[in-house]
């Protein structure tokens, strides 16, 4: 199939797969080489969240604490969360404040998406996910800045604290986030792509964060409202 073709059906063809969580989730099982781990009946829990929001390392320090735990995540779509709903898995949603989490997606992805479009984004998600109330919401911030007690409220709410084997260790969590990084990457290490904050990537948000913010406008005060109503649950 030429390039051209496949462009004129992508599409479409999501817009097809996204209607049913069902067919979305089938076809991410397809895709190999992104260290997705897609829901099944059989799986323990659920971690999801948009991209840029801690899904990576929240996962990390849950598989350090209990190894056994068998976890879906990084689909980063609202259908996977949908599809683990209707399974009854336990599902847990990260969520960050929406500046901080679209900026930081743009970057990492250089010039194939706007700021804007990446914000039109996180608004479809998370109005979507704020309408299922079996998703149970993590802030970022606590993910990231109280992770033990955030791993014994999700294990805990998800009936596994019994599966708690060790405690974690801030240090074994960074190595874990970087593994999962070069299998993810293959072994590229571009600084605005890995998992890990890096000072590039760092510079490069400050210096596009207030064109961005001028950029996000009103889309950016409706996401903001999004953000508190589901801090709010």
């Known amino acids: 199939m030429s390039p051209s073709v496949y462009r004129r059906m992508k599409a479409p063809l999501r817009n097809v797969l996204e209607a049913s969580p069902t067919l979305y989730c089938g076809a991410a099982?397809?895709?190999?080489?992104?260290?997705?781990?897609?829901?099944?009946?059989?799986?323990?829990?659920?971690?999801?969240?948009?991209?840029?929001?801690?899904?990576?390392?929240?996962?990390?320090?849950?598989?350090l604490a209990a190894p056994s735990v068998r976890i879906a995540s990084h689909v980063h779509h609202k259908a996977h969360v949908q599809l683990a709903v209707r399974y009854g898995v336990p599902s847990f949603v990260l969520i960050r404040e929406p500046m901080a989490a679209c900026t930081s997606a743009t970057v990492r992805l250089g010039d194939q998406v706007t700021f804007r479009q990446m914000l039109e984004r996180w608004c479809r998600y998370y109005s979507a996910l704020a309408e299922l109330p079996q998703v149970q919401f993590v802030s970022f911030e606590s993910?990231?800045?109280?992770?033990?007690?955030?791993?014994?409220?999700?294990?805990?709410?998800?009936?596994?604290?019994?599966?708690?084997?060790?405690?974690?260790?801030?240090?074994?969590?960074?190595?874990?986030?970087e593994a999962f990084s070069e299998r993810r990457r293959k072994g590229d290490r571009d600084p605005m792509r890995v998992s890990v904050p890096t000072p590039e990537r760092k510079a490069r948000i400050k210096e596009v964060a207030d064109e961005f913010r001028r950029q996000g406008g009103e889309l950016l005060r409706q996401a903001d409202e999004i953000y508190a109503r589901i801090e709010a649950l």
């Open 143 to 177: 993910a990231t800045g109280d992770t033990a007690a955030t791993v014994g409220r999700v294990l805990g709410s998800a009936g596994l604290s019994d599966r708690i084997v060790t405690a974690i260790d801030h240090d074994e969590i960074i190595a874990a986030v």
């Open 29 to 63: 099982r397809l895709k190999t080489g992104r260290n997705r781990e897609v829901v099944t009946r059989s799986s323990d829990l659920l971690v999801e969240s948009f991209p840029r929001s801690g899904t990576t390392y929240l996962v990390a320090s849950l598989g």
